[in-house]
T-cell receptor, first 116, second 112 residues
Framework: AQTVTQSQPEMSVQEAETVTLSCTYD???????LFWYKQPPSRQMILVIR??????QNATENRFSVNFQKAAKSFSLKISDSQLGDAAMYFC?????????????FGKGTRLSVIA | DGGITQSPKYLFRKEGQNVTLSCEQN?????MYWYRQDPGQGLRLIYY???????QKGDIAEGYSVSREKKESFPLTVTSAQKNPTAFYLC???????????FGPGTRLTVT
């Protein structure tokens, strides 16, 4: 079974600085998707960024980018120019590519604090 | 307004009572999911449904039941058999042919 591990329960960053959140996963599949979701204090889960495993190029969305290392099964999230609104729980998630409907597998999350 | 609606935001029940959590969507998404979130835990899958009148158990289905009579609706019933029902419950949807899920605002259930 696939597993997703987020080894940092909590992280903090100074406003305007850069922070990297770690995620590793275990799978025997070659084709899959990876996601980062953000859960602010409102508890609404928001999709931040996604990465297709077949793409070598790292995904970016404005201040958010990933470092996808397929061989190492690593998928870290970099937040640049951190803002107070980035404070949230961040969840890494894995999805196998297939015709069926297997659900996302989530890590346990990293709580990010942003210090003004 | 397109989106996923979960109501109510907060729900309180006495132990031994069944309670039904609502999840409605007007995104025309095909698949719907129910997750449970506890402090310090990630999201754990309760049930999911790919099409109307079909659903599958997730990792922690015991003590829960669902129905999918309409594409737009996927209610979750927390039965008295669920030993520790107090938690935050999230509903999600996914469009067929895509892989990302979109989440509703959640319902906080407290059972005393």
């Amino acid at each position: 079974a696939q597993t997703v591990t987020q080894s940092q329960p909590e992280m903090s960053v100074q406003e305007a600085e850069t922070v990297t959140l770690s995620c590793t996963y275990d799978t025997s599949e070659s084709d899959y998707y990876l996601f980062w979701y953000k859960q602010p204090p409102s508890r609404q889960m928001i999709l931040v960024i996604r990465q297709e495993a077949y793409k070598q190029q790292n995904a970016t969305e404005n201040r958010f980018s990933v470092n996808f290392q397929k061989a190492a099964k690593s998928f870290s999230l970099k937040i640049s120019d951190s803002q107070l609104g980035d404070a949230a729980m961040y969840f890494c998630a894995y999805k196998r590519v297939e015709r069926g409907n297997t659900p996302l597998v989530f890590g346990k999350g990293t709580r990010l604090s942003v210090i003004a | 307004d397109g989106g996923i609606t979960q109501s109510p935001k907060y729900l309180f029940r006495k132990e031994g009572q069944n309670v039904t959590l609502s999840c409605e969507q007007n995104l025309n998404h095909d698949a719907m999911y129910w997750y449970r979130q506890d402090p310090g835990q990630g999201l754990r899958l309760i049930y999911y449904s790919q099409i109307v009148n079909d659903f599958q158990k997730g990792d922690i289905a015991e003590g829960y039941s669902v129905s999918r009579e309409k594409k737009e609706s996927f209610p979750l019933t927390v039965t008295s058999a669920q030993k520790n029902p107090t938690a935050f419950y999230l509903c999600a949807t996914r469009l067929a042919g895509t892989y990302e899920q979109y989440f509703g605002p959640g319902t906080r259930l407290t059972v005393t």
